[in-house]
């Protein structure tokens, strides 16, 4: 989880976005929601968002996209100079 959480700020960043500040709503996808997994994002969220709360929903799927990925995170950011 906390390498999916570096990954969106990598590709926010890399569309010449500013990050997780930007984000406004995020959905998880998860292939356990243990409370491991809820606390894991909820510690993420509070180091990648400090000055805002975004809308979160988060589900659990029998299967990702690879046998290996345990989380998938969606978001949608806003960017007002339209960079991204």
Same mark, same amino acid.
């Given at each position: 989880?906390? #390498? ?6 990598? #590709? /926010? ?8 500040? #930007?984000? &406004?709503? +995020?959905?998880? &996808?998860?292939?356990? /929601? !243990? *409370? $491991?997994? $809820?606390?894991?994002?909820? %510690?993420?969220?509070? $180091? =990648? ?5 975004? /809308? =979160? ?5 029998? %299967? /990702?996209?690879? !046998? @290996?990925? %345990?989380? @998938?995170? *969606? +978001? @949608?950011? &806003? !960017? ?5």
């Amino acid at each position: 989880i906390d #390498q999916a959480f570096a990954n969106v700020d990598f #590709q /926010l960043r890399n569309a010449g976005g500013q990050g997780w500040s #930007q984000v &406004y709503k +995020v959905r998880s &996808y998860h292939i356990s /929601l !243990d *409370e $491991q997994a $809820q606390d894991a994002m909820v %510690r993420n969220f509070r $180091q =990648w968002m400090v000055n805002h709360k975004a /809308l =979160w929903t988060c589900v659990q799927v029998g %299967r /990702l996209g690879s !046998d @290996e990925m %345990r989380v @998938e995170i *969606e +978001v @949608e950011a &806003y !960017d007002p100079e339209g960079a991204c």
